[in-house]
């Protein structure tokens, strides 16, 4: 199968207990985790993650939902390489010091789709560019995806589109996302 565009922000836009109308669910920033790989030319994968990060799933009047994600790239890190980590925040990649977010807002969805898993589309605003992007949820493992089980979705950016174009001979173009997430205040049964 391949692999599906864009990622991290994938998960999400998960959520899928019942929820009113105006409501917004706040994701469970203790048992969330952000972050991407990328691959060098020599087959090494290099795994990083987002320790700072803030969003929310709002519920619309009409029952459908949309998810709003906030990184921060000041945070940025490659456990273990400072020099890495130091290279991913600077200015060959994300530019921490003139781009510190890296933004994520959905098209309205349906909320069962964090349940049978599928297709979420939406903006990606990576160093002040915006770009629509489709995510892939996976199928949740349990009947409350997000409170029960994680919500787990996986896609890829490529990063040339978004001036990230530093280290072709090293780097793979393609970033993975990666997200697992759980909200907030689960639902009395």
């Known amino acids: 199968m391949p692999v599906p565009r864009w990622g991290v922000l994938l998960t999400l836009l998960l959520l899928a207990a019942p ?17 991407f790989e990328i691959r060098t030319r020599f087959g090494q994968t290099i795994e990083g993650v987002f320790p700072n ?11 459908r939902q949309q998810v709003r994600l906030r990184m921060y790239t000041r945070d940025v890190e490659i456990p273990g390489k400072p020099r ?3 290279w991913m925040r600077g200015e060959e990649f994300f530019d921490a010091a003139q781009h510190p ?29 915006r770009r629509r992007e489709t995510l892939r949820l996976q ?14 979705s996986r896609g890829t950016v490529q990063r040339g589109r978004y001036g990230m174009d530093s280290w072709q001979f090293a780097l793979s173009d393609r ?7 759980r909200l907030a205040g689960a639902p009395q049964l």
């Open 139 to 152: 199928e949740a493992e349990c009947e409350r995806p997000g409170y029960d089980c994680d919500l787990i």
């Open 175 to 181: 970033v993975i996302f990666i997200l697992r997430a």
């Open 84 to 86: 890495y980590t130091g």
């Open 101 to 129: 977010v890296v933004e994520f807002s959905s098209d309205p969805y349906d909320p069962d789709i964090t349940r049978r898993g599928g297709r979420i589309e939406g903006t990606l605003n990576i160093r002040g560019i």
């Open 53 to 63: 990060f803030d969003g929310q799933v709002m519920v619309l009047p009409d029952g």
């Open 19 to 35: 929820a009113s109308a105006g409501q917004s669910l706040q994701f469970d920033m203790a048992h969330s985790r952000f972050g």
